[in-house]
């Protein structure tokens, strides 16, 4: 499990690419779950349950509905796995990094001043979460890194504005 989790820190890090991982179903599937069950919890921090459940089971199945598509479209759909399963891991290595940071905001958000510091660190772990599927993607997709993060940052935009407009999200 350890050096799981370590391929995972070395994706994030650019330092391997989703072709490390095994093509295994059975890998993918275990971190499908970790990734609904990480994204629950870090969802509960300010939503209601079944609030969190929509919104993990919608921003999941669009995230994947998207990279299977877009690996289709490219012709790399045998890659689907292994890109997923990159993707997933690296998002749940974040989402437990930024779990304290929203913990933070949400404990001294009442207060007088907003929690600039907080704010500021939860936003670079946003940014970084675009620039790893970038990489990501410009790996599976053999596309240039560029070009990787471009796509992830039409795809940011878009996912949150239909979430958006799908989900009264507490602010």
Not at 38 to 45: E, M, N, Y
Request: glycine share 8%.
């Amino acid at each position: 499990m350890q050096r799981l989790i370590f391929v995972f820190v070395d994706i994030a890090l650019h330092r391997r690419g989703p072709e490390d991982l095994p093509s295994s179903q059975f890998l993918f599937l275990i971190i499908l779950g970790s990734y609904f069950f990480v994204g629950l919890f870090i969802l509960q921090i300010k939503e209601s349950f079944s609030q969190a459940l929509g919104l993990v089971l919608f921003d999941g199945t669009l995230y994947l509905f998207f990279v299977w598509a877009l690996l289709g479209i490219c012709g790399y759909l045998s890659r689907f796995i292994q890109t997923a399963t990159a993707l997933l891991g690296t998002e749940i290595l974040l989402n437990l990094i930024a779990a304290p940071l929203l913990l933070w905001i949400e404990i001294i958000g009442d207060a007088a001043s907003p929690p600039i510091l907080p704010a500021l660190l939860f936003s670079l772990i946003i940014f970084w979460g675009i620039d790893i599927a970038g990489f990501v993607l410009s790996r599976a997709l053999q596309l240039t890194y560029f070009v990787g993060v471009l796509i992830m940052i039409g795809y940011f935009f878009a996912s949150f504005s239909l979430r958006g407009l799908l989900f009264s999200v507490a602010s």
